[in-house]
């Protein structure tokens, strides 16, 4: 019988701590971060400015204030306790090796709910004002295919770079976060060029997948939820678009239960906040699910 005891343990936590700061989610690249410090953060964001042309000699000063606005993330606390029975501390040291299958499930689990932290505050109200106390949707005019009802179509897509475009969003570091059904509807839509090698530098239909086209990064996610009978929304936006805020990498404690027959209890603690930065960076669109 292998006795773990809490020198042990506390060397396991940290280098499992050590581990996942390492892990990357599917999503978080997509997003701007931030350390998120305290229970809340406040971004002051800054709009555009046009410069006065003078055209004669000793012209009064125009001022003008900076365009500014605020936005507001609120952390949420998750955690997840797993219960290891005595028997097996034999086992333990294979557990908690980093890499293994039992660390690699915690580590999904944290990352599963980073991206669904930040999948849903693409289409939610935006908290701002000086004290968080407004919130700001996404607008009309950044919305295609409101009604829903449509596939997901490489018009839809070029329509979306459009509305960017015209926002002059830089053309660097965009991204496209659609569900499943949504790849294989532009993948076998009939309004292709998005599997024609000409139009894409990674075989589409080859690969089964949509790597970069118009610019965009397609990433594939399973955390966009339907939003009615059939439907739910993509999203094509700008990676300043949002923010994310991380208290701390996934914070994962082994410590002994006493009160469970000297089990040993495997702590994952995970604190995280997102929002949306810039509506005139981010398009929706709504298709058939």
């Known amino acids: 019988m ?4 809490e020198m042990t343990r506390s060397t396991y936590s940290a280098s499992l701590g050590l581990a996942a700061q390492q892990k990357v989610t599917k999503l978080s690249r997509t997003a701007s971060f931030e350390p998120l410090i305290g229970k809340k953060r406040y971004f002051d964001n800054y709009g555009d400015l046009e410069m006065d042309e ?24 998750f955690r997840k ?6 028997d097996d501390n034999s086992q333990l040291a294979d557990f908690f090796e980093p890499g293994a299958q ?16 930040i999948v849903e505050a693409l289409d939610a109200a935006a908290p701002g004002g000086e004290e968080g106390g407004t919130t700001t949707a996404l607008p009309a005019g950044q919305k295609l295919n409101d009604t829903g009802g449509v596939l997901l179509t490489t ?27 949504q790849l294989q509807q532009l993948l076998i839509g009939t309004t292709l060029p998005v599997s024609n090698f000409d139009y894409n530098t990674v075989r589409a239909l080859v690969r089964g997948e949509i790597d970069t086209w118009l610019g965009f ?24 678009a949002m923010v994310y805020g991380v208290e701390s990498a996934a914070d994962i404690r082994v410590s002994p239960r006493p009160d469970k027959n000297d089990g040993t209890q495997v702590s994952v603690y995970l604190n995280c906040a997102a929002t949306r930065r810039y509506e005139n960076q981010m398009v929706r669109t709504n298709q058939t699910a």
């Open 2 to 5: 292998v006795f773990f005891d």
């Open 54 to 77: 003078y055209t004669g000699r000793g012209s009064d000063s125009i001022l003008d204030e900076m365009p500014r606005f605020r936005r507001l993330i609120t952390r949420r606390k």
């Open 81 to 86: 306790q797993i219960l290891l029975d005595k």
């Open 102 to 117: 039992f660390f690699n499930v915690l580590m999904a689990a944290a990352a599963r709910k980073i991206d669904l932290v």
């Open 155 to 181: 018009t839809t897509c070029t329509e979306a770079k459009e509305l960017l475009d015209q926002a002059d969003v830089d053309p660097d570091n965009r991204f496209a976060v659609k569900d499943p059904s």
């Open 217 to 240: 990064t397609f990433i594939t996610t399973n955390r966009i939820a339907q939003n009615g009978t059939a439907q739910r929304y993509a999203f094509f936006y700008h990676m300043n």
